[in-house]
């Protein structure tokens, strides 16, 4: 009879250890969505405002960005820009930096409350993501073939290009030091560029790795996280090396990642859901449960002072395209 017990016993007090473990994890909770104002139109990137506490959302084909009101929960009228394809929105002076498909590639910048376009800068051809340099006020382009556009955060006047191997894809800027490290998806391979020479001085080959379009950079313990598609997958590079500390399998190929190192979480979007670990000592990995599965999330914006992941999702023949927001719960 106590063998009996012991047996169903101990499998029970396994699966109870088992249940508060994964109940003590932090998780990525759902706390709020709002519809998209155009239900056939594909968004392409989002973009926090943390002053005004405001979402844009580049939707390219209806030629506008979307501006949502968090707090309020509703959609102001629409920004008018052409083809948007990625944005950078500087909180402070109420700028929006887009960059354009129109009229062979262009980088407009507007005033988010005056709602007009300040300066055009063209001759960009398929211009991509931006980033701002906050030292040394500058903002950052990839754009055609291999390039990366320097356009001066105060004049808005496109001062030089940085030239690359190859076509750019996502890239991150050190606030402490003075690289840029850029996504080369082609090459499969990340450039290192040296903001104050202007100039590529490495390049990082990815072993075993193939699509390399997404990036984020963990600046205190100087780490690069380098999203890819062939294998789906994120490597986690030392950012003063370009060593490949450990590779996180993900279930779809990469999208966008985002850091908070603060709570010591890491964050990537695919076609499946949300993939999230918990960052430890020694390069340790934990993964966090499962968010938003079933949705497509195209693009992120992280608030840390909140813990607030929001996503833009794509519309589907059976359900409409959404803005979600995440919290993290521990």
């Known amino acids: 009879m106590n063998s009996g017990t012991g047996r169903v016993t101990l499998p029970l007090a396994g699966l109870i250890f088992w249940v508060q473990s994964v109940a003590a994890l932090p998780t990525l909770q759902p706390v709020g969505a709002w519809p998209l104002p155009g239900r056939a139109e594909q ?16 939707a390219e084909a209806a030629d506008s960005v979307w501006v949502l009101e968090v707090d309020r929960g509703r959609w102001l009228r629409p920004l008018s820009v052409p083809a948007p394809r990625h944005l950078l929105c500087e909180a402070r002076p109420g700028l929006l930096y887009v960059s354009s498909g129109a009229e062979g590639g262009q980088v407009k910048i507007l005033d988010i409350n005056a709602r007009r376009t300040l300066k055009t800068i063209g001759n960009l051809p398929r211009p991509g993501h931006i980033h701002r340099d906050a030292p040394a006020a500058r903002i950052y382009v990839a754009h055609g073939e291999g390039a990366l556009a320097v356009i001066h955060g105060v004049t808005g006047v496109h001062t030089l290009s940085v030239l690359l191997p190859d076509r750019p894809a996502d890239f991150a800027i050190e606030t402490v030091g003075h690289r840029i490290f850029v996504n080369l998806p082609r090459s499969n391979a990340v450039a290192v560029v040296d903001r104050l020479a202007r100039e590529m001085t490495d390049l990082w ?3 075993q790795a193939r699509q390399n379009e997404s ?4 600046e205190p313990r100087q780490r690069l996280y380098v999203g890819c598609a062939l294998p789906p997958e994120i490597l986690v590079l030392n950012s003063t090396t ?3 500390l450990t590779r996180l399998p ?3 190929p990469v999208r966008w990642i985002r850091v908070d190192p603060v709570r010591g979480r890491l964050m990537a979007g695919h076609a499946s859901g949300l993939q999230s670990w918990r960052m430890g000592s020694d390069d340790r990995y934990e993964p966090l449960p499962a968010s938003a599965t079933g949705l497509e999330p195209i693009d992120a914006c992280y608030d840390a002072d909140t813990g607030r992941l929001y996503v833009v999702v794509r519309p589907t023949a059976g359900r409409a395209g959404s803005v979600q927001c995440l919290e993290w719960k521990d």
Do not use: F, Q
């Open 43 to 58: 968004p392409s990137a989002l973009a926090w405002d943390p002053v005004e506490r405001r979402l844009l959302v580049a």
């Open 205 to 207: 080959p990815l072993p």
């Open 215 to 218: 990036l984020a950079l963990e």
């Open 250 to 252: 993900t279930t779809g």
């Open 242 to 244: 370009g060593k490949v």
